[in-house]
């Protein structure tokens, strides 16, 4: 399986570290090409490649790390989403009346059609993403949730490769409610820096 962070900014990094600190190869992109990025992506690890956005989008992993509403963008740069997993790791400071009454991943996942989006990686600042998941024999909590129950299985592997104990929280519109940050409303699981003993 291929992995690809679109969005270098403080997240797309702190996720770098976290495929880096284990030997994951993944792609990084982002509106400014890749020799931009290539001298900051050297310096978190080998294993951290900059490349076009149009290569990134070749992975079979997606992870969304820019500003929501670009994502706009990102999903018309593909003709066909199927068979690609897209993580939003995106929060919207908007009201539910722009996002057509939807919960923000819920209207992130039209504009994938075809994709299997799972909500997940969000809910941490940069800072503690980007350290050790790991501490003290216990491993730091990434909530996940997704609409397509297919979809999470996969996504929970990845975490646990990266050292985080994946928790699902089911649906987008019911558990996945609590990390979602909704109009000037956070989500009760924001911020909430959890650990679980095991994985």
Not at 61 to 75: D, K, M, Q, R
Request: proline fraction near 6%; glycine fraction near 10%.
């Amino acid at each position: 399986m291929s992995h690809a962070i679109i969005g270098f900014g403080k997240i797309g990094q702190a996720l770098a570290h976290a495929f880096a600190r284990r030997t994951i190869e993944v792609t990084v992109a982002s509106r400014r090409p890749p020799e931009a990025l290539a001298p900051l992506a050297r310096a978190i690890g080998p294993t951290v490649i900059a490349r076009s956005l149009q290569d990134a989008l070749r992975a079979d992993t997606i992870i969304l790390a820019i500003p929501f509403g670009e994502h706009t963008g990102i999903a018309a740069a593909l003709p066909d989403w199927n068979g690609k997993t897209v993580i939003d790791a995106m929060n919207a400071l908007v009201p539910l009346e722009e996002l057509d009454g939807l919960l923000s991943s819920a209207f992130v996942a039209k504009a994938f059609a075809g994709a299997r989006l799972v909500k997940g990686f969000n809910h941490l600042g940069a800072a503690t993403l980007a350290t050790d998941p790991v501490v003290e024999g216990g491993h730091r909590v990434v909530f996940l949730a997704s609409d397509d129950e297919d979809a999470i299985p996969p996504v929970a592997a990845l975490a646990r490769q990266l050292g985080f104990a994946p928790v699902k929280l089911g649906k987008l519109g019911e558990g996945g409610a609590l990390v979602h940050a909704r109009g000037r409303v956070w989500g009760p699981l924001i911020f909430q820096d959890l650990f679980r003993k095991e994985q």
